[in-house]
């Protein structure tokens, strides 16, 4: 038999030739599919953030780190064919949502930031140092740093409530953001502070031990009548939440140590409010600062349910001490 008539015809290596050019296409078109869908681990809520004048690998790399992309070679190869990395918009680009690639392109071009407000709710009671903790994890441009130096002179007065503040919103917007609310909040509570007798710094100030002390605006109410009635008396306050404002500890953990420290905030050996507020007190504990209500009492303690009991005498407050604390 001749050596030729082995050889396939033409006509037949032609098709199979075609056959494995269209599954070689449709593996690249698959990978490329492949490449251009979100990535598994793709980060809802991360951001980026694209500087002017920024290499293109350098911000692919970011985005393949960050998990929303899965090939810096795609992302750099559409941005070159479609116009060139010089059309990039700088920015921060939030990510709400997966989203293809190609979609990530256009929004890189388009200057398509997709930045929304975020719901930040502060719990009445909240100190400056828990207020940064709970903002840190929220925003991206927020410094802890940078507003805990304001914490000597604005605690008391960044307002418990609900906000709602862009995802890179920066410190000082913040700042400003709380300092409004609560000049408008307080706004309604005036005539109640000025019928007090005390100065809104000292009504925020006992506000704030309220809040730490109780919770309900009975005990609120009747807490503030003794404790105003302290420092009317010459008597100090003797209040354990002004020292764990300073030491960190709960009233439970303070030692005999921690009641002699010499500090402005020990209640136990210094007379009258502490210097600034230990906590950010909402509207409740400020009204219950300015208006207590009129008491025998003196003395009162927390059992370990968090029930208040009362005592017009130390004779009685002992006791109660021995029926709800041992």
Do not use: C
Not at 109 to 129: A, C, H, L, N, Q
Not at 191 to 212: D, F, P, R
Not at 252 to 267: A, F, G, I, R
């Amino acid at each position: 038999m001749d050596f030729i008539s082995f050889i396939p015809p033409r006509s037949w290596l032609y098709k199979n030739y075609l056959r494995v050019f269209a599954v070689l296409v449709l593996l690249l078109i698959g990978f490329l599919i492949y490449l251009n869908e979100p990535s598994q681990k793709f980060s809802v809520g991360g951001y980026v953030t694209v500087k002017s004048g920024e290499p293109l690998s350098a911000i692919a790399s970011d985005l393949k780190v960050k998990h929303i992309i899965r090939s810096t070679t795609l992302l750099k190869s559409m941005i070159v064919l479609a116009a060139g990395e010089k059309k990039l918009v700088a920015g921060n680009y939030y990510f709400t949502r997966p989203i293809s690639t190609f979609g990530i392109v256009s929004r890189l071009m388009k200057g398509d930031f997709e930045i929304t407000s975020i719901r930040i709710t502060i719990p009445e009671g909240y100190t400056m140092v828990q207020i940064s903790n709970l903002l840190s994890d929220k925003l991206h441009n927020f410094s802890a740093e940078e507003f805990l130096k304001h914490a000597p002179i604005e605690e008391g007065y960044f307002f418990p409530d609900t906000y709602f503040f862009a995802l890179d919103a920066t410190t000082d917007e913040v700042i400003i953001a709380f300092h409004k609310n609560f000049e408008e909040k307080i706004k309604s509570v005036k005539g109640e502070i000025l019928a007090s007798g005390h100065s809104q710094k000292e009504i925020v100030t006992m506000a704030s031990i309220l809040e730490e002390e109780a919770r309900t605006t009975q005990d609120w109410q009747t807490i503030s009548s003794i404790l105003w009635k302290r420092i009317k008396i010459g008597m100090p306050l003797q209040v354990d939440s002004t020292l764990s404002y300073v030491v960190g500890r709960i009233s439970s953990e303070l030692t005999t140590k921690d009641l002699k420290m010499k500090s402005p905030y020990n209640t136990y050996t210094n007379k009258g409010l502490p210097p600034t507020p230990i906590a950010n007190p909402g509207l409740k504990t400020i009204v219950a600062a300015a208006t207590p209500t009129s008491t025998p009492y003196l003395y009162y303690l927390s059992d370990q349910n968090g029930d208040i009991h009362y005592a017009a005498t130390f004779a009685e407050h002992v006791q109660n001490r021995h029926t709800y604390l041992q």
